[in-house]
C-alpha cells in the first residue's frame, strides 16, 4: 500500500501565507500550488488568517469594480417589480379578500388566485380562488402580500 504525502507541508504552507500577505485570491493561491481551493479556504481558516475588509478595498481599488455595478442588480430587480406593481406607500393590505370564492385543487383555475389557505392536509385546507388576472400566480390582494416592492426599496436603496 502506497504511503501518501501530505497535502501540507512545510513548504506549501509558506506559500500560502506568502501568497496571502500578497493579497492573491484562494483561486489563485490554489493554483499555484497545487491543491483545491476548498483546501487553501480550510487551511487559511485552521492558520486563523482573515483578510478581513483588506478584500473590499482591493477590490474598490480594482478597475473594472465599482461600488454602482455591485448595487445594479438588486436595483433592476426592485425598478422591475416596481414598474409591475407600483411603487406605493400602501399598506400591504388595504381591504379584505374576498373569501367567497375559495376553491380546491380540482376546482383551481388558470385564472383564478393559487394562495394557499389554512394547512396542507387540514380538512379546511384550500386556495383563495378569486380573480388573478394577466398570467400572474394571485389575486390583487395576495400579490401585494407576496410581492412588496416597498421592501426591497429599502434594501436596495439603503
Same mark, same amino acid.
Given at each position: 500500500?502506497?504511503?501518501?504525502?501530505?497535502?501540507?507541508?512545510?513548504?506549501?504552507?509558506?506559500?500560502?501565507?506568502?501568497?496571502?500577505?500578497?493579497?492573491?485570491?484562494?483561486?489563485?493561491?490554489?493554483a499555484d500550488i497545487g491543491v483545491?481551493?476548498?483546501?487553501v479556504i480550510g487551511k487559511l481558516?485552521?492558520? +486563523?488568517? &482573515?483578510?478581513? %475588509?483588506?478584500?473590499?478595498?482591493? =477590490? *474598490? !481599488?480594482?478597475? +473594472?469594480? &465599482?461600488?454602482? %455595478?455591485?448595487?445594479?442588480?438588486? =436595483? *433592476? !430587480?426592485?425598478?422591475?417589480?416596481?414598474?409591475?406593481?407600483?411603487?406605493?406607500?400602501?399598506?400591504?393590505?388595504?381591504?379584505?379578500?374576498?373569501?367567497?370564492?375559495?376553491?380546491?385543487?380540482?376546482?383551481?383555475?388558470?385564472?383564478?388566485?393559487?394562495?394557499?389557505?389554512?394547512?396542507?392536509?387540514?380538512?379546511?385546507?384550500?386556495?383563495?380562488?378569486?380573480?388573478?388576472?394577466?398570467?400572474?400566480?394571485?389575486?390583487?390582494?395576495?400579490?401585494?402580500?407576496?410581492?412588496?416592492?416597498?421592501?426591497?426599496?429599502?434594501?436596495?436603496?439603503?
Amino acid at each position: 500500500m502506497p504511503v501518501l504525502a501530505p497535502t501540507w507541508t512545510d513548504e506549501r504552507i509558506e506559500l500560502l501565507k506568502q501568497h496571502f500577505e500578497a493579497g492573491l485570491s484562494c483561486r489563485e493561491i490554489a493554483a499555484d500550488i497545487g491543491v483545491s481551493r476548498n483546501a487553501v479556504i480550510g487551511k487559511l481558516s485552521r492558520l +486563523n488568517l &482573515t483578510r478581513g %475588509r483588506s478584500v473590499d478595498e482591493r =477590490r *474598490l !481599488q480594482d478597475k +473594472n469594480f &465599482t461600488p454602482a %455595478r455591485a448595487k445594479a442588480v438588486p =436595483r *433592476l !430587480q426592485f425598478e422591475m417589480l416596481a414598474t409591475i406593481y407600483g411603487e406605493t406607500n400602501e399598506a400591504a393590505i388595504d381591504r379584505p379578500i374576498d373569501d367567497a370564492n375559495r376553491c380546491s385543487l380540482m376546482e383551481l383555475g388558470e385564472n383564478r388566485c393559487r394562495w394557499p389557505i389554512s394547512t396542507p392536509g387540514a380538512d379546511d385546507f384550500c386556495f383563495c380562488g378569486n380573480a388573478a388576472s394577466d398570467g400572474q400566480s394571485y389575486c390583487a390582494g395576495h400579490s401585494r402580500l407576496a410581492y412588496r416592492p416597498n421592501s426591497r426599496a429599502r434594501v436596495a436603496r439603503g
